[in-house]
């Protein structure tokens, strides 16, 4: 139906596939192993110093491999939204306004995958009703800012996204870290 809008949406979906594998193969593989580790010591009745060190480390992995998929993302969002613009979206979509809304979708694709990784990191620890909510937020500013957006004309189309996928981004990463400092005690009192 919209077809330049359509094909830059295509291109910028792709743009986050290695965010993507990073999070399947070396994000959840190496947070796991923490994870299960922390858990055991909480479940198994380990001793205070024991789930301390373990939080720790759960913590300090879990920093580790989010800044390392948000700094390979950001840098190859860079990257593929410079070879969309000049190399693919000219042959797929000879249309500038296409172009246009590549870069602003791949920005907000950029943002809702880790907005997305959060929530899932979220519901790793049972935090449901938080994860609910940035994903209502998500939908509901998403919905207001796109209408805006779409009123303001063509050349702010995708604008709605990035600024609904920006906050939402802010929003998970403070709830994220709210709730990762009472972890143990959120964790204790429901085994």
């Known amino acids: 139906m919209a077809q330049g ?29 923490k994870y299960k580790i922390f858990c055991d010591s909480i479940a198994s009745g ?19 491999e989010l800044t390392f998929i948000t700094q390979v993302q950001f840098i190859l969002t860079l990257i593929l939204s410079i070879i969309g613009v000049y190399v693919i979206l000219p042959i797929f979509a000879n249309d500038s306004h296409a172009i ?3 870069v602003f979708l791949s920005i907000g694709f950029f943002l809702s995958y880790l907005t997305y990784i959060n929530i899932i990191i979220l519901i790793y620890f049972d935090i449901q009703r938080e994860s609910l909510i940035i994903a209502l937020i998500f939908l509901l500013m998403n919905t207001i800012f796109t209408y805006f957006s779409i009123k303001l004309g063509e050349d702010y189309y995708g604008l709605g996204y990035v600024v609904s996928s920006f906050i939402s981004y802010i929003l998970s990463i403070n709830i994220l870290n709210r709730e990762i400092k009472r972890i143990d005690y959120r964790l204790y009192s429901k085994a």
Do not use: C
Request: glycine share 2%; net charge positive.
């Open 46 to 64: 380990g001793s205070l110093k024991d789930i301390k060190l373990s939080k720790d480390r759960m913590i300090s992995t879990l920093k580790r």
């Open 5 to 33: 809008y359509d094909t830059a949406s295509f291109f910028a979906v792709l743009t986050t596939i290695p965010a993507s594998i990073i999070f399947v193969v070396k994000f959840e593989t190496s947070f796991y192993e």
């Open 100 to 102: 246009e809304l590549f």
